[in-house]
């Protein structure tokens, strides 16, 4: 058993997703002064939520909307509502965080990071393994939950004025946010125009892919670097929350793909999308709702130790749970 | 010799997700122009930051607007709630302008 492990990870930790994205916080974190271009680096977002709801609207096209995904897409609602909860337990009962702090932190680990659950489509693709494409519509809709759970929590400690209320901008970035639309719309379009829709632009979605995902994992590196070498907010104390909770969260994930039956490479997706935490749409929510907690915290924490755990050590262990335990 | 006009300058340096808190505090003072400017780099209470977040609304922008100096009060008090409640940075100067009209 300790072996699977151990060639799972090493597969992992080959995969030049992984290496491009070690050599970006490397970079960082030695100061190199190599960097993405802000617009290029836009551009690759956009490629890969065009290319990653355009596949997924092509595999849900082929099966149609079944029971699994209606029950999937709710078992991941609850997820987003249970997550939150637990994390703002754990960060206030041991003290880790105020309770403003703790509200935020937990909002973004009951959302979910698209860009972790792309790396977690790779690594069941390098490894063969087959997962349902209603996932993609599944990621979409576990974003928003644990942002309103979040919140709810926040304002549970606050008073009057000081509440975060539910405004028409926040409600606007949290559903209408560019990646949400662009991923969503591209699902819809690759649903509608099905196996042959695919055929026609499959050398632009399919082909380049991996490359462009390469070169988005060096900047997300980059990023999450620059956010370590600047992280003097983070405690040791919240450095390991960052590590248990992901941990926490897949175990939650897995319990429920038992209860539902899913295969094991769709089980792996729902514990990677319970384990992952959200470091675009939630900090833009958090920043316009509850801008008394500290993005030094929230994003850093999500960015820098959820993140680059979930995608050198979480992921391997998430698909061998599932793959034994599922199926 | 060129005739100038006194006039007072806002700055206020805010991220991008709150900026429309601004804008419409700038246009309950009728304040009818303004102009927007990204940051690239700084330090503040919370660290450094700097223009290369994820997405759009951590990243920090400054708006600059040129006003009558007998406007300044009513647009500072329309920006007193946003002040109070988000991290904005507001400043004013003295400034001159060659065209009154236009502010």
């Known amino acids: 058993m300790f072996d699977q492990i151990l060639t799972l990870a090493g597969a992992n930790l080959a995969s030049p997703i992984v290496l491009f994205f070690a050599l970006g916080v490397a970079a960082a974190l030695a100061r190199s002064d190599l960097t993405v271009p802000e617009a290029f680096a836009k551009g690759l977002t956009i490629y890969l939520m065009l290319a990653i709801g355009f596949k997924g609207g092509v595999a849900v096209a082929k099966n149609g909307v079944t029971l699994d995904f209606l029950t999937t897409a709710a078992a991941g609602i609850l997820l987003g509502v249970l997550i939150p909860v637990i994390a703002h337990a754990i960060l206030t009962r041991t003290r880790l965080a105020d309770p403003l702090n703790a509200a935020a932190v937990a909002a973004h680990y009951g959302s979910v990071s698209i860009v972790t659950f792309v790396a977690g489509t790779s690594l069941l693709t390098l490894l063969g393994v087959a997962y349902d494409g209603y996932m993609i519509a599944v990621t979409a809709i576990m974003e928003t939950p644990a942002i309103i759970v979040g919140l709810w929590l926040a304002n549970a400690s606050l008073k009057g004025d000081e509440r975060a209320g539910f405004s028409g901008q926040l409600l606007h970035e949290v559903f209408l946010n560019g990646s949400v639309v662009l991923l969503m719309g591209a699902f819809l379009i690759g649903y509608v125009s099905g196996e042959p829709g695919m055929q026609a632009v499959s050398a632009f979605v399919e082909a380049p892919f991996k490359g462009v995902l390469c070169l988005f994992m060096l900047d997300m590196g980059l990023l999450a670097g620059r956010r370590l070498a600047a992280a003097r907010l983070l405690t040791p104390g919240l450095v390991a929350f960052g590590l248990v909770m992901p941990l926490l969260s897949a175990s939650l994930g897995l319990a429920t793909a038992m209860a539902l039956g899913l295969s094991p490479g769709t089980g792996t997706l729902l514990m990677t999308l319970a384990a992952s935490s959200s470091y675009i749409a939630v900090p833009a929510a958090m920043r316009i709702a509850l801008p008394q907690a500290n993005p030094a915290i929230y994003v850093t924490l999500s960015l820098a130790v959820t993140f680059p755990f979930n995608l050198s050590v979480g992921l391997p262990l998430y698909y061998f749970a599932a793959s034994n335990l599922l199926g | ?103």
Do not use: N, Y
């Open chain 2, 1 to 103: 010799m060129t005739v100038m006009h006194p006039r007072k300058r806002i700055d206020i340096f805010v991220e991008m997700a709150v900026l429309p808190k601004v804008e419409e505090a700038l246009t309950r003072a009728q304040v009818t122009g303004f102009t927007v400017v990204p940051c690239i780099k700084g330090r503040g209470w919370s660290g450094e930051w700097s223009s290369d977040e994820i997405g759009d609304a951590g990243r920090m922008v400054m708006l600059t607007t040129i006003t009558r100096t007998e406007a300044l009060d009513v647009v500072l008090e329309s920006l007193r709630p946003v002040m109070q409640r988000w991290r904005i940075v507001v400043s004013v100067a003295d400034v001159q302008v060659l065209r009154s009209e236009k502010f």
